[in-house]
């Protein structure tokens, strides 16, 4: 007897299912023989379909067979874990970063972020004239890559317009997206040494062979490039990653001329050059090219916000085609509500104003590390690079005891980051992040640093 | 003579800079030599820093070469293309598409998405205790991961905890991540024939090799899949792509053993489970694996909306760990704003309320079809799939003259979708999406495509 209620919202099909199973469990052994079809709607004057969607779906999930012209059994496969799920796993705890000072370099000002503006303009953009239902451009909204456009060209010198332009949600992502994109051309990788390992490893999983190519003063160096076999090259031509080098324009148009010559390709990631303070920010490399050698890196996590997730990468026009005939194209990178309050954020002047603010902000607190280094550090180490970014680098210029130095700052929570864990080789310098700390955090910190420091000289 | 004001808020060596750079364009000729820096100190009472400032700035934008001991001079290679960048190529227009009547499978209405909701949580969720200058969880927040972990386990069958959920940016960056993280595993990739070309284009892309397996009425075929080199598996076991196939039990359990005794892996893609509405939805694979052996992947866009671009992936245990040494885990792939109101979207409540009102929506206009094929194409068809997704899929059942068809279509601005464009192989059959119409708009779309269809009979 199935207790059936025809004015329950829940249709009948799966109250019946219900009761079936429930029969199922409690009464039935593995091989029973289950009322017909026929049966139970004549009984319980259901529709015959009703009851096959009530059988379709024991059978479905196993509680049932059926058996040629013999009708519905109790399978041998139902199965009691499968009726009860064990209880999940525990979740683990989330893990909080221990360290009292963390210089990380990459560390932007937790309060810099318009948090107030950004609601407002996400609310206002957010509207009814949105088809949330439909999959946004796979290339990135078209009014976003008009504000981004429009800013290059002013701005780093890029000449673009939008149709080169693809939103990316981060760096790594864009650079899987160009590792496939010309992977029919190029096998070899080459990169500054050192330089940045994340740009490396990414092409290294899409099976590149990568070229090490050192730095002369001027930044990569050429004679070293042309007799590898990168005719594909990754640079940080505006502030060097790691050194800080920027380089002349004499060196963009040799390597330009030479990149050309063997139809190679150049990445340029410019990844922080708005934050360059101590003089203004040299134009783009890309704006320099008149064969389309260039593919120009940007970011929006050095300057506005890491958690945001949108970078963004302009393409010659010949990889736009190719770019536009790949799978990827079919679906976008970026959420579209983020890219609507990112393009109303640029359209309305609030990411250049924001720019400015925070080059002011971090050329105070670039400029009070400096002074703190003097005060705290004396005549014991020197400046590796300074003028840009999100720190200074630093190593000891006396005899420095570095096993003492790690067992200290261990003990005072204090954590330091080598230039050489993210960039390999040989280069050493310590990279003093400053962009996480407020002043007055900033001046306990290095003075903190600076009694270790002071010990192991 | 250059014009320097102390008082200016622009700095004395942007001034200076730019006084220079104006001398240089509009007095001299490439190989003068400039004033040295002592001499423009003593003269404008400005420190040597300063000058040097001014010069490093010309030099590193290509205005001025250094010549050891002799001082700065106009530089050779002084470009005026460089100094007067050109004006940015046109942008071109958005194309818009052009259908009156389109029968996209994978479109959601429009109006379902719970715009001032969302807009509500956004503001709540995004708040100061933010750190919005920190890289997020690369693996995704812990508190997103807990609340789609709990709809997990209860709703889906799924055995798993918050510590084995990856968020990703759609389901095309999921399965590259995974295929990165198997790939010294496995070297062939087995999908279902017909099955869903995105899942086999990312594992090309990583070099795997392809196997396509056909289908059995149960899903995928076992003694096929038994003869191939793949371990490696991507199936659609809820709701085949695109025939619409529920794997029964008996086969699921089958397959498990089979993938277990190869040490293979299974990719679970259970895109559209959610919205089942003739039964209730089968638990997942996932649920019923005991060896570690499936990977479950879900996404937000077929039942809330693509435009968020948030799927996840449920990895098993020794998987997570070889995620988390990967740089793929230092990279959060989705927004923080995005998944903190996410997070609270479904820790609300609102998630599950969401899927009832839009499976009830949709069984609505999925019925609504049926009835308006019956109405407008009398007996001249029949259905391959119905019951669950976006779509229902048909084929005529009498003699019928295609290429008329796809003109009138034309003629007609009326956009359809053959399952073969997307799934390969000799499946035919038109998917007739109803998602992103209204019931109203709905009648209007059929009666219209009915008349094209009439006529090609």
């Keep these: 007897m199935y207790l059936l209620n025809p004015k329950s919202k829940k249709p009948l099909h799966i109250q019946l299912y219900e009761a079936l199973k429930k029969e199922i469990a409690s009464q039935h052994k593995v091989g029973d023989k289950l009322p017909s079809i026929r049966h139970i709607a004549a009984e319980y004057h259901l529709s015959k379909t009703t009851v096959e969607s009530a059988y379709a779906q024991l059978y479905a ?3 049932v067979e059926s058996r040629a012209k013999s009708g519905y ?3 041998a496969l139902y199965d009691e874990d499968f009726a009860h799920p064990s209880p999940p796993l525990p979740t683990p705890k989330a893990k909080k970063t221990p360290y009292r000072y963390d ?62 332009l693809v939103i990316c949600s981060g760096f790594s992502d864009a650079m899987g997206l160009l590792a496939k994109l010309v992977r029919h051309q190029y096998s070899h990788f080459g990169i500054e040494s050192p330089g940045y390992h994340v740009a490396k490893g990414v092409f290294e999983a899409y099976g590149y062979s990568i070229n090490h190519i050192p730095l002369s003063p001027q930044g990569i160096c050429l004679d070293a490039l042309k007799t590898s076999a990168a005719k594909l090259l990754y640079i940080t031509p505006s502030h060097q990653y790691p050194t800080g080098i920027t380089m002349p324009l004499s060196h963009r148009l040799k390597l330009l ?12 990631d410019d990844y922080d050059s708005e934050l360059v303070y101590a003089n203004r920010p040299i134009p783009a490399l890309q704006g320099l090219d008149k064969h389309h050698r260039v593919v120009y890196m940007g970011t929006f996590a050095k300057a506005l916000s890491p958690a945001l997730r949108v970078s963004y990468m302009v393409l010659p026009p010949r990889l736009v085609e190719t770019f536009q005939k790949s799978p990827d194209a079919n679906f976008s990178r970026v959420n579209l509500m983020t890219q609507l309050t990112l393009e109303a954020f640029i359209s309305g002047g609030h990411w250049e104003r924001h720019l400015r603010k925070v080059r002011t902000l971090n050329k105070k607190k670039h400029n009070l590390m400096l002074q703190l280094f003097q005060e705290h550090l004396g005549n014991t180490y020197h400046i590796l690079a300074q003028g840009g970014g999100l720190a200074i ?18 003990k005072h929570h204090i954590k330091i980051y080598l230039a050489k864990e993210k960039s390999g080789g040989e280069f ?25 420091w002071r010990e192991c000289i």
């Design 73 to 75: 059994f109790v399978s």
């Design 393 to 410: 680098l630093i190593m000891p210029s006396v005899p420095f005891d570095w096993q003492k130095f790690h067992t200290l700052l261990a």
């Design 257 to 268: 001329e030479y990149i050309d010559q063997v139809d190679g390709l150049i990445i340029e």
């Design 428 to 452: 050493e310098a310590i990279r003093m992040g400053f962009g996480g700390f407020s002043q007055e955090a900033l001046k306990e910190a290095v003075e903190v640093f600076g009694g270790v």
């Design 61 to 63: 999930e196993g509680y």
């Design 103 to 164: 210089f990380f370099p990459a560390q932007l000002d937790k309060e810099s972020f318009p948090l107030k503006l950004w609601k407002r303009l996400y609310v206002k953009s957010i509207n009814e004239s949105i088809d949330f239902g439909a999959y946004p451009n796979g290339q990135g909204e078209l009014g976003l890559r008009e504000a981004i456009a429009h800013y290059l060209n002013h701005s780093r010198g890029v000449k673009c317009d939008a149709s080169q």
